[in-house]
């Protein structure tokens, strides 16, 4: 069976929510665990998680545009705005 290029753009943009999810995901449940803000370990955790988040969120806004979904008013990936 062959899959359609409809299909692998759907797949990705499946695969790159999912992605981004879970990296929210993750950050929260660092929160979950977080004792001691204050903690240097603790920062340099979280700013690995954000980073990972911010990769993640720019391949979903990718896969969201390949895929044709564009909402203007409330995309900040529009590069027309």
Known sequence: MTVG???KTIIALREAAASYAEAVRTTQRFFDRL???ADPSALVEYATLV???KEA???RLEAIEA???EVPSIDESD???
């Open 51 to 53: 980073e990972r988040e």
């Open 79 to 81: 590069p027309d705005n």
């Open 67 to 69: 895929a044709g979904f």
């Open 35 to 37: 004792e001691d803000s």
């Open 5 to 7: 290029m409809a299909d």
């Open 57 to 59: 969120e720019q391949v």
